[in-house]
């Protein structure tokens, strides 16, 4: 039987479920009688995870004024939903920073991914794209489905690396020819097994061929072309060169301007934020 996505993500090598720091948030979300201090007290209980979460919010993310010193101040500034979208973020990096990967740099990974979802959030701002799910916690996910498949399938997930910078060709090509499948597809599965909204499921499933979506098109849209802004600022290459302005510019009716003036703040904010979340 052909290799499935899902078979990466289950089974007996099956991935922890997710904190339960952040399970027990999610959970407490549904009470209609829960009060701030409730979920203050469920974060509380894990002083690593309240530091990090301090640190986002003193951020250049969110660039309050004044400091926000407890979070029982920072449910009332940020708001419940922002909140547990940074538990998600701080819990999914915790959990794959202890995996063991010698094929790539984990500093270069969440760099990459979170400077991609530091980007779809501005432009989702710019543009008004009112989805209720933030496109920061999507980017910051979108590549997880590499990180299992370099645990899961090493020396296929080294062949392809070497495949793909001999032949200087994208990596989510070669995993189609050598698996059937690429890592958005995993990275889904993944998302999808964890019981996270279908939101991030469709998108992320689609990052790498958008004009496949039938849901969610223009967020997928989005993803994608954050994604490659973010390779493209790895490499010190033009911003330019990897825009297909008939496609992502026309379908987003986005402005150049207000991608460069996004573009800008996410430059600001990239160091602030990517050292609160790897923060010991």
Known sequence: MQLQP???VRGDVELPTLSTIYLQFTQKLDEPSAKAEDFAEIISSDPALTTKLLKIVNSAYYSFSATITDVSHAITIVGLTELREMVLAICVVDYFEGLPNKLISMEDFWEHSIYTGLLAREIQRSLAMNTGDSMFTVGLLHDLGSLVFYNRLPEIAKAVLEISDR?????????????????????????????????LVKVIRYHHAPDKADEYSRETLLLNLSDKISRAVEKGDPVNSVIDLNRDFAALNLKNEVLMASKERVDEQLQSVLAAIQAV
Not at 173 to 197: K, S, T
Request: aromatic share 12%; with cysteine; proline share 6%.
């Open 6 to 8: 899902v078979d990466l």
């Open 167 to 199: 032949q200087e060709c994208p990596r989510f090509e070669v995993e189609r020819e050598e698996l059937g499948f690429d890592h958005a597809a995993i990275g889904a599965a993944l998302i999808e097994h964890w019981g996270l909204p279908e939101f």
